[in-house]
């Protein structure tokens, strides 16, 4: 099994910015993809952003993309989410993701369910 710990949420003013962390642990040695989705309240499910643990390949939804950087470290399982030039809009619960199956890492961007492994979340906050 694997289990996904988020960290680094957090309240930050509009303009700044925050660095979220997902450490995996368990059976790690399969996961080949993890990523970051996000959900308000009242709000559909929004995948962030994707990334290949070997080729490091990586994938963003259009709202984020020059703005957000995933990242993973092999050597500590962990992948990294810094997020740049943060507005009201990127206010969301944030949760890490993660597949040991066989998927395209960028179906993030088109159905977040294809991963099958979940964090517990972390709260993302930007105030004006």
């Known amino acids: 099994q694997v289990q996904l710990v988020e960290s680094g949420g957090g309240t930050v003013q509009a303009g700044g910015s925050l660095r979220l962390s997902c450490r995996a642990s368990g059976y790690t040695a399969g996961i080949n993809c993890m990523g970051w989705f996000r959900q308000a309240p009242g709000n559909e499910r929004e995948g962030v952003a994707s990334i290949y643990t070997l080729g490091k390949d990586t994938y963003y939804a259009d709202s984020v993309k020059g703005r957000f950087t995933i990242s993973h470290d092999s050597a500590k399982n962990t992948a990294y989410l810094q997020m740049d030039s943060l507005n009201r809009e990127d206010t969301s619960m944030y949760y890490c993701?993660?597949?040991?199956?066989?998927?395209?890492?960028?179906?993030?961007?088109?159905?977040?369910?294809?991963?099958?492994?979940w964090g517990q979340g972390t709260q993302v906050t930007v105030s004006s």
């Open positions: 993701v993660a597949s040991d199956v066989a998927i395209e890492c960028s179906a993030i961007l088109r159905n977040v369910f294809e991963y099958n492994h």
